[in-house]
């Protein structure tokens, strides 16, 4: 039945099942980019429509391939109609970009029955992703974040201070110090690689007990868009 199936797609003509299957295996393939790109997305800027576009784009490519299928003619033909249509969306994300490219290749992939090509890829791809977003690859970011605090002038609090770092912190090194108030305050801020990156709450409820804080802030550098 199999050879049935892929038969017809030599023969010039495909019958519905066949192309059922293909918009199927599209479906799914496309539906895994697009979750593994929303698992893996990092900015400021959410696109939802970007996302629906990665699985729609896939079965639109499935269904030109499949009515292309070895005719050349219609292939030029379908490439010159796109000549014509032209596509004012901008992708300013060159991963946007990776991810789209990704979409409509497991469009192709299914569109020509090639349904291991495209299934191996694309676990390939996400996997990928996956991994490069564990590791953070190509991130200049070594820090989490920045602590900002005033003390006394000579109080003796910022041993304490130094301490709750110490034990909350993997590292944390001192960016600035300023006097402020004619000199009876000093201005002071740290950048921290926090141990539990989830627990930014600790380490301020911590620094909010010791004597004399005042005007305490952490500024997380996880939302900032590296371009």
Same mark, same amino acid.
């Given at each position: 039945?199999?050879?049935?199936?892929?038969?017809?797609?030599?023969?010039?003509?495909?019958?519905?099942?066949?192309?059922?299957?293909?918009?199927?295996?599209?479906?799914?393939?496309?539906?895994?980019?697009?979750?593994?790109?929303?698992?893996?997305?990092?900015?400021?800027?959410?696109?939802?429509?970007?996302?629906?576009?990665?699985?729609?784009?896939?079965?639109?490519?499935?269904?030109?391939?499949?009515?292309?299928?070895?005719? &050349?003619?219609?292939?030029?033909?379908?490439? #010159? %109609? !796109?000549?014509?249509?032209?596509?004012?969306?901008? /992708? @300013? *994300?060159?991963?946007?970009?990776?991810?789209?490219?990704?979409?409509?290749?497991?469009?192709?992939?299914?569109?020509?029955?090639?349904?291991?090509?495209?299934?191996?890829?694309?676990?390939?791809?996400?996997?990928?992703?996956?991994?490069?977003?564990?590791?953070?690859?190509?991130?200049?970011?070594?820090?989490?974040?920045?602590?900002?605090?005033?003390?006394?002038?000579?109080?003796?609090?910022?041993?304490?201070?130094?301490?709750?770092?110490?034990?909350?912190?993997?590292?944390?090194?001192? &960016?600035?110090?300023?006097?402020?108030?004619? #000199? %009876? !305050?000093?201005?002071?801020?740290?950048?921290?690689? /926090? @141990? *539990?990156?989830?627990?930014?709450?600790?380490?301020?409820?911590?620094?909010?007990?010791?004597?004399?804080?005042?005007?305490?802030?952490?500024?997380?550098?996880?939302?900032?868009?590296?371009?």
């Amino acid at each position: 039945m199999l050879a049935d199936l892929f038969g017809s797609y030599h023969q010039g003509s495909i019958n519905w099942q066949t192309a059922l299957l293909s918009f199927l295996v599209a479906a799914v393939l496309s539906s895994l980019i697009a979750k593994t790109y929303q698992f893996t997305y990092e900015g400021l800027s959410w696109s939802k429509s970007l996302v629906q576009s990665l699985i729609l784009g896939s079965l639109v490519t499935c269904m030109i391939m499949m009515a292309i299928g070895d005719n &050349v003619a219609r292939g030029i033909g379908v490439f #010159g %109609t !796109l000549a014509i249509i032209r596509f004012r969306t901008n /992708l @300013r *994300d060159p991963r946007d970009i990776i991810y789209m490219f990704a979409a409509l290749g497991t469009g192709i992939a299914a569109g020509a029955q090639s349904f291991v090509v495209g299934a191996m890829g694309t676990l390939i791809f996400c996997l990928l992703s996956l991994l490069l977003k564990v590791t953070d690859l190509g991130s200049l970011r070594q820090h989490h974040g920045s602590i900002r605090f005033q003390l006394p002038t000579g109080s003796p609090s910022i041993d304490q201070v130094k301490q709750i770092l110490k034990q909350s912190t993997r590292r944390h090194s001192l &960016v600035s110090m300023v006097d402020l108030s004619q #000199g %009876t !305050l000093i201005d002071f801020t740290y950048e921290v690689t /926090l @141990r *539990d990156v989830h627990n930014a709450e600790g380490l301020l409820q911590a620094l909010q007990a010791v004597e004399q804080m005042r005007g305490l802030k952490y500024i997380s550098q996880e939302s900032a868009v590296e371009l």
